[in-house]
């Protein structure tokens, strides 16, 4: 079995049509789902850049990999894998697959993808990278002008000084772009392997719709800001939710951006998806042509989403909304019917998924489940919750989450925890943590988010233990041991197997 897999940066599930978007124009993804398993509550594991993709590379949750941060803003965390770090592409070559990856690594700053033995230009950083070589190379090849930009649109810092660059119209036709790029490559790479007779994993991985949005005019003024409905929580106050948030507001400068701007934003960020879905539409043609559609099975999925002004936000950062912790999923295998699942799943699912298609064992890949059954169309047990978490970006800032069907908890150390009732608050601006109504869901969860933490070894479990109502504890985390009068002389006390049981003594 072959292996495309397709990924976006920084992508709100909402910009496909697949996904109920009126307005954007993806017809190429609506066309892979269509013909493959859409999931609609596909979360990524942490909404980062990096720590994400560590997770799909090696099947385990960010805590367990400890790759925490994106290096650019690194306060302190690992740099890269450590080298004893099993990874999907391991397997795959020693299956006897060819590797490629083309476009966005930020896997990690000493190891980069052709340490993990894939093929493809080694293209670093977190933003198209349009001084590089080879991109510099393919321009001149077709007589294509380099890269320029103007009219940057930008906010004001709480420090004076200009806000991040939020888009800026890009001076080359469509063929210039870094995307048209990136899939002119990947055609080439798809070309060559359908040359040889060995399977291939290939992976492309555009470095949009992250921001800025740098598109040509043609998409930059591609959709009218009229059709754009601001997203509800653009309404955000921030009352009873972590200051953090507010601080985090004030950073991307939201308030000193006049709001129709905010509007056009959305709309040139629409139009950034567009230009993606297009070359999306080239590599997943010339698959068919080259005859390896029925042999090969797709993927289309982010590292995690985008708040476009949601909750007067821009980016990613410490605030777990659905904004950026819910992402598209798309995956058809060759034979299974389409369909549509609403099981809750993750992106590092699709590292047991990948394994187990090219026929390699997935154990390794602890925090993974295969979604092979999920896309063939059977039942199998599945969890009805899914956990998160989240370890800083600028400055360390701990959080873990838990959702179930209805209901999220999110877990902030420092500050006030939330509770968001997502049926009758589905844009999460009302934090219900401390309402009296909801005391027994704050309890289930809580106590839901403890065992699973402890079961999977995330020591973040320990904090939870003495802070917030889990019930009676399993473990004892007062160092009693270290008590030496006559009535605990030679007594240790043990934990026992039943979380709900109390401690026991034993002589």
């Not at 653009?234 to 985090?248: D, I, L, M, S, W």
Request: proline share 8%.
């Amino acid at each position: 079995m072959n292996l495309l897999f397709l990924m976006t940066d920084q992508h709100r599930v909402d910009t496909l049509g697949c996904y109920g978007n009126a307005h954007v124009a993806t017809p190429h993804l609506d066309r892979l789902a269509a013909t493959g398993t859409r999931f609609d509550r596909f979360y990524t594991p942490t909404a980062i850049c990096t720590p994400a993709r560590a997770s799909l590379l090696t099947g385990q949750a960010p805590f367990r990999h400890r790759l925490l941060a994106n290096y650019e803003r690194n306060v302190g965390y690992l740099e890269d894998l450590r080298e004893d770090a099993f990874t999907f592409p391991e397997a795959l070559a020693a299956s006897g697959h060819r590797l490629g990856l083309i476009g966005k690594w930020h896997g990690g700053t000493r190891r980069n993808a052709a340490s993990y033995g894939f093929e493809g230009p080694d293209l670093p950083g977190w933003h198209n990278p349009v001084d590089h070589p080879d991109y510099l190379a393919y321009l001149e090849e077709h007589g294509l002008p380099p890269y320029r930009i103007s009219d940057p649109v930008r906010g004001t810092t709480p420090g004076g000084n200009p806000g991040n660059l939020l888009a800026a119209r890009l001076h080359q036709p469509v063929e210039a772009t870094f995307e048209y790029y990136l899939a002119t490559r990947a055609i080439e790479h798809l070309e060559r392997y359908a040359a040889g007779e060995k399977p291939f994993f290939l992976a492309t991985h555009f470095f949009g719709p992250h921001l800025p949005y740098l598109l040509p005019d043609s998409y930059y003024d591609l959709y009218d800001p009229a059709l754009v409905e601001l997203p509800p929580s653009v309404a955000e106050t921030f009352e009873g939710k972590p200051p953090v948030q507010r601080n985090y507001s004030a950073h991307w400068a939201f308030d000193t951006i006049p709001i129709e701007t905010t509007r056009k934003l959305i709309a040139v960020y629409w139009g950034y998806v567009t230009l993606i879905d297009e070359q999306i539409g080239r590599i997943l043609t010339r698959l068919d042509e080259l005859g390896l559609g029925e042999d090969t099975s797709v993927f289309f999925t982010a590292d995690h989403g985008e708040f476009t002004g949601a909750h007067r936000l821009h980016d990613k950062g410490p605030a777990m909304y659905e904004d950026i912790y819910r992402i598209p999923g798309i995956i058809r295998i060759p034979g299974a019917a389409p369909q549509v699942r609403d099981e809750l799943v993750s992106l590092t699912d699709c590292t047991a998924t990948i394994l187990e298609l090219a026929g390699c064992d997935a154990s390794p890949a602890v925090d993974s489940r295969s979604l092979v059954p999920l896309v063939k169309g059977e039942t199998p047990r599945w969890p009805g919750e899914l956990v998160a978490e989240f370890h800083g970006h600028h400055f360390p800032y701990p959080q873990r989450m838990i959702r179930d069907d209805r209901y999220k908890l999110v877990v902030n150390p420092e500050s006030v925890n939330e509770l968001y009732d997502l049926l009758a608050d589905p844009h999460e601006l009302a934090n219900r943590y401390t309402h009296p109504e909801f005391r027994q869901v704050r309890a289930r969860l809580m106590r839901q988010l403890y065992e699973l933490l402890r079961d999977r070894g995330d020591n973040f479990y320990h904090w939870m233990t003495s802070m917030y109502d889990i019930g009676v504890s399993d473990y004892d985390p007062s160092l009693s041991a270290f008590e030496n009068d006559d009535a605990n002389a030679g007594t240790t006390w043990t934990a026992t197997a039943d979380p709900g049981a109390t401690l026991t003594e034993t002589p």
